[in-house]
């Protein structure tokens, strides 16, 4: 190929479609990625590849190397950091060499894990043992385990919010946009960050369905023609919320200009009060407030404003998940460093996430939550196939973040339509995708 060229939509799809075939070499084996029984029995070079750029550079991914090392000795791990993994993943598996080690990525249909990677075991077995290991079951077989889960819900400045004079959580959409009216009118803060410009950050609105109704299968009932935006679904409340806090001026006045990296440093210095993330968020919010001089602290966590017979519930949910390349010619090795990063490597407990290992306890960044006895919701995956075929066939894309955009989109004016008018164009698009790819 003379040049390289962004693959996007139908193109984008294609070529993932086509990947199995397109593969110059050895037809891959459908053997499972057994764990060591001894770690000598472990041995050869893996190459990880991985979104986290920043633990490259800084050193952090080699140090849980050489811990692993400790235990298996005759591994060499090395570590593969892109910038732009969906995109650059997505091109390289079009051949077989996409690494030993990688993190799934979300382009890559459910029902088509097994043509890209290896099963790690039967789904009774492993789903015993780890969180959200349905998420990556395809036939009663497991293809990825979690690096850890994330709680969603909202973080935000506490001393902002109480400087507003807002004493407790909100309980449904209209006190949460009350509360942010308040902060705009008593503080210098924006009330709220889209990180409309990184796009990225608007998929985790997403996250909440289940949180809303208390319900672990409500992304699960979105398998059919159900149209998910209608009045009373989950759609439409949490799109509704994101739209009215656009439509009343309470986010940045040019979502445009927003950058993520600056966000960090914005929530941390009480210039900003509130922005919708997961729980992994929390210690990179903190680590930005002991930088810029601020109280850690002041970075708090609340649930989504809405509540079933008085309780608010948190949807916990997977990040990426680590697999074996089908192609790999080390897979016990492979297996061991997914196994080992679970269970032995600490990550979790330094991200302040959710341990995918079950035994291990939540991270001390959810005491807010567990003190004020949010419900965790783990959603379930059973029908998360034939969801994103529905939603790949209906091009809405409820995790990407371009009808989100749209979305604010609309509520600021920059693009014509009314809210009712958006959803039913959603609903539409849906109902008929369900027609044909949700069967």
Known sequence: MGKKKALTGALLAAAIMTVAGCSGRSTASGETA????????????????????????????????????????????????????????????????????LMIPAAVAK?????????????????????????????????????????NGFLYNKAVWKKAGITKWPATPEEFVGDLKAIRSRTDAVPYYTNFKDGWPLTAWS????????????????????????????????????????????????????????????????????????????????????????????????????????TYCAVLASDYQQAVNIHSGHKTAARAWIDWFAEKSGFSVKEGAVPALKSAPLPSTLKDFVDNDVTFVERSEAKTGQVNAIDNAAEIGLNKPDYRQKLVDTARGAQRGSLDDFFADLDKRWNEAAGTAGS
């Open 111 to 151: 029902n088509d894990y097994p043509k890209f990677f290896a099963p790690l075991g039967n789904a009774g077995e492993l789903g015993g043992r780890y969180r959200f290991s349905d998420k990556a079951e395809v036939g009663g077989k497991v293809y990825g385990i979690s690096t850890f889960g994330t709680a």
């Open 207 to 310: 996250n909440n369905i289940g949180s809303v109704t208390c319900d672990a299968k409500a992304n699960d009932k979105l398998a059919g023609p159900v149209s998910p935006w209608k009045r009373g679904g989950e759609l439409h409340t949490i799109d509704s919320l994101l739209h009215d806090i656009v439509k009343e001026g309470l986010s940045e006045k040019d979502p445009n200009t927003t950058n993520w990296e600056a966000s960090k440093d914005m929530i941390a210095k009480g210039e900003v009060a509130t922005m919708q993330l997961g729980s992994w968020a929390i210690t990179q919010m903190r680590d930005a407030a002991r930088k810029n001089g601020a109280d850690p602290e002041d970075i708090g966590f609340m649930p989504f404003p809405a509540q079933k017979d008085g």
């Open 34 to 101: 057994k764990a060591p029984a001894d770690p000598a029995d472990a041995s050869g070079t893996i190459k990880v590849l991985t979104h986290r750029t920043d633990l490259v550079q800084n050193g952090t991914m080699a140090e849980y190397a050489a811990e692993f090392n400790k235990t298996y000795p005759d591994v060499k791990v090395t570590f593969e950091a892109l910038t732009d993994y969906e995109g650059e993943v997505k091109i390289r598996m079009n051949t077989d060499d996409y690494g030993d080690v």
